[in-house]
């Protein structure tokens, strides 16, 4: 009964209108009253203590950085460098839009970022070397979600925080199989290009391709930082969006002189607003998460389970249709924060790592990002691009399924996640 009335407000609230966030604590009052526990305080007690956290300072402080790339050229020059190693190559601006986002993804971790300098810089240059919009803005969306799956991912750390998971951890785990979702948007575009003619691009030369380099190294030396950093024990997560955050704004405005002074209020106001629409979410999150737990909402879920705990493929899979089908009408950070308590320990009791757990949830999630009809990247891509969103569907359809090929590999051989993740915490 707890599980129906938990749903019914939860989806009831979101169909009268109401913010994600009012949504989650109004569920929690839902459940309060069924309870006969309703108490203000309470609430109170929860919505403070639910950004009160030390992990998740990392969330603004990556948000932050992100900006700041944007703003200050470390973008545009991995953008140049990627271009300049395989514009030449037929395809080439496909090849060259997957290899700018796995580097981007390790710098900022904002799939919305990385989406919105991505189809500034590289679609207008697709488009006049003839290659297909439609195609073109579904392959950057979809490359732009590599960014939430690996380190510094703002959504493993929600989750890490969420579920009382090791965040370093989280990170180490998720390289691998963002890597692996990468080669699958390569294989996906190589069968999309064959059939495209368009403009290859004049090989670079050896001393332009090195100049390149040279310029962009400031960038790219960047996710080697956080990663040595981690690995090491040399600063925690929370530390390396500090390190991130003032790295980028030292290169952006000593090294490229591209941030001016009267451009920083604007970029930490943006940040700020985008960070704090997060950090409400998590604590009003808190209030239903502490509820759930009273209401023993997940021991309900498992006895509903029950059927798929004996074979954990066949739980898994159960999991990640129900994450996908969640993921078409949610955003990614209040699907973390409404499943995450209730998944959890289901995940548990059945004996599945959660650190391997978290990681394909969040890849789930992260595609969710490009599903219909809330697709939060898609629309920051049809924004910019001017590709309207029926076409963009069509456009992300095959990028899609790779990725949801790679997805149903890694729950079919959980050792793709675990014995990288092993070797690298050593």
Known sequence: MTVLIFTAALLGSMALGMPIAMALV????????????????????????GADSYPLMAVPFFMLAGHIMNAGGLSKRIIHVAVTLAGHIRGGLGYVTIVASCILASLSGSAAADAAAMSALLFPMMVRSGYDPVRSAGLIASGSIIGPMVPPSPLLILFGVTAGLSIVKLFMAAIVPGLMIALGLTVAWWWVARTQNVQVSRRASWQESLQAIRDGLWALVMPFIIVFGLKFGIFTPTEAGVVCSVYALFVSMVVYKELKWSQLPGVFIHAGQAAAVVMFLVAAS?????????????????????????????????????VVVVGTALDSVPTIL??????????????????????????????????PPVGTTLNVVCGVTGVSMDDSIVGVIPFMIAQLVVLALLVLFPDIVLVPMRLLIG
Do not use: R
């Open 286 to 322: 808190l209030v239903s998460a502490w509820l759930i737990t009273v209401a023993e909402i997940p021991g309900e879920v498992i006895a509903i389970l029950q059927p798929f705990m004996g074979n954990k493929i066949l739980l898994m899979v159960a999991i990640m249709i129900l």
């Open 338 to 371: 409404i499943l995450t308590p209730v998944l959890v320990p289901v995940v548990v009791a059945a004996g599945i790592d959660p650190v391997y757990f978290g990681v394909l949830f969040i890849i789930n999630n992260a595609i969710g990002l490009v599903t």
């Open 26 to 49: 109004a569920c929690g009052l839902a459940l309060m009253v069924h309870m006969d526990m309703f108490d203000a305080s309470i609430v109170a007690q929860n919505l403070i203590h």
